[in-house]
């Protein structure tokens, strides 16, 4: 399939998933990188990623500081700047409120950013996560209705499931098969040639948008099933007294187990998406039981894990109302900046509602972010104070370095709640 003459693409939104995937393109395409955020504009111009996905040094070789018709990216917050691009790709986040209801505002907003220069040819392909049918019932219709074009005859759309895994090097947006899909077989073809022209490890074209929407929402619906089964597991071994990790390790001796481990499920993706696909099934009046029981369960975990420190500290002879207790990581997963929907703050609510007083030491998170978007206090640089208790919530590399028993009382504990610390640990999860 022929891509267009002169392919020039806009990615709107420059987070986790944008930049990495406007980096790749600009190595082969003209690419305009559009984000709201000033700060982060400023910062990628600069050649520094602060969400750390993209190495700097692999950020400066595509940076240019004007778009082109070659290739490169330009990073801008200036609508005119993309008003000539070609495909406009749209990366921004698909949260949920606090109801865990789909909140689809910043789909909206960039549909309407991307319908104020939108004209005829031209391809606009979604890569959030969302339920079947958002791409072709939500955003078309802002697309047609700012723009004055109509959808399949004037411009066309696309969908290809984003799957950036934040802080993982070895599986880098090139190295993992992309699923595609257009509006019409043949838009299909045309957005699957282009991302066929940069991911190595290829691509798979879906036969429709609301198959390839589908398909996205279901992998983590099915991720946050299993480690909700091996987190019951966990409750249920702890009151039989066995070790959880233990039975894991003797279950995967056979060939076709699957290696799933218990703990907190938090981030953009598997704590998020299983509600899209619930909301909309509810929607059709069916009544989703195995994933809305996934999700109950694992959005428990955070006050499981606190009670168990509780019961432990009891057990140790340490008095927990006013008990000093150092939380090592609130981000969401380990090597990764990214504190969005971490599960880390649940554990610390429930230990503060026992009466102890909680450290939070995490050297990648943002400390304004965290205050803003939690209400918390945190430190980049680790405490020279000794505590009751140590809590590895979060398994960042650096953690693994810190020598314990230098911030340990003489009678204390530490929990593992990543289950990494072996030996080392009082207990884990």
């Not at 411009?155 to 090139?174: C, L, Q």
Request: proline share 4%; with cysteine; aromatic share 8%.
């Amino acid at each position: 399939m022929k891509l267009k003459n002169n392919v020039k693409i806009a990615v709107i939104g420059l987070g986790y998933v944008g930049l990495p995937l406007a980096r790749l393109f600009a190595t082969k395409y003209s690419v305009v990188g559009f984000d709201i955020n000033e700060l982060r504009v400023s910062s990628l111009k600069s050649g520094t990623d602060t969400t750390l996905e993209v190495e700097d040094n692999v950020l400066q070789e595509v940076l240019v500081e004007k778009a082109n018709e070659d290739k490169g990216l330009y990073c801008t917050t200036s609508l005119s700047d993309i008003a000539d691009c070609n495909y406009y790709i749209v990366t921004v986040p698909t949260p949920v409120d606090k109801n865990n209801r789909p909140d689809l505002t910043p789909l909206y907003k960039s549909s309407e950013t991307v319908g104020k220069v939108l004209k005829k040819g031209d391809i606009v392909i979604y890569e959030s996560t969302v339920y079947p049918g958002v791409t072709e019932e939500q955003c078309v219709p802002v697309l047609e209705r700012i723009s004055g074009l109509k959808f399949n005859e004037d411009f066309f759309a696309g969908y290809s499931p984003e799957r950036i895994n934040p802080g993982d090097k070895e599986h880098t947006v090139e190295k993992i098969l992309k699923v595609t899909s257009g509006s019409t077989p043949e838009i299909g073809l045309e957005v699957d040639a282009l991302y066929k022209s940069v991911i190595t490890a290829g691509t798979h074209l879906a036969p429709t948008i609301k198959v390839a929407e589908a398909a996205k929402v279901i992998e983590n619906s099915q991720r946050d099933i299993n480690i909700a089964f091996v987190n019951e597991l966990a409750k249920i071994f702890n009151l039989m007294n066995i070790d959880t990790q233990e039975v894991l390790d003797a279950a995967s001796t056979k060939w076709n187990f699957l290696p799933f481990k218990p703990g907190l499920v938090g981030g953009h993706c598997i704590g998020v998406d299983p509600y899209y696909l619930a909301q909309r099934a509810q929607e059709f009046g069916y009544h989703p039981e195995i994933i809305l029981a996934g999700r109950r369960l694992n959005d428990s975990m955070g006050e499981y894990v606190a009670s168990q420190i509780v019961k432990l500290m009891i057990k140790k002879g340490i008095s927990v109302n006013g008990a000093e207790l150092l939380m090592l990581g609130i981000t969401f997963k380990e090597n990764c900046p990214d504190v969005r929907n971490t599960k880390i703050v649940d554990v610390v609510k429930a230990l503060k509602d026992y009466g102890i007083a909680v450290t939070i030491f995490d050297p990648l998170a943002n400390i304004d972010e965290v205050k803003r978007e939690y209400k918390l206090e945190t430190v980049n640089n680790l405490p020279t104070d000794k505590f009751d208790a140590l809590v590895l919530g979060v398994a960042h590399s650096e953690f693994l370095e810190i020598n314990f028993s230098t911030l340990q009382k003489d009678k204390s504990l530490i929990y593992d709640v990543k289950g990494v610390l072996g030996s080392l640990a009082d207990n884990r999860l």
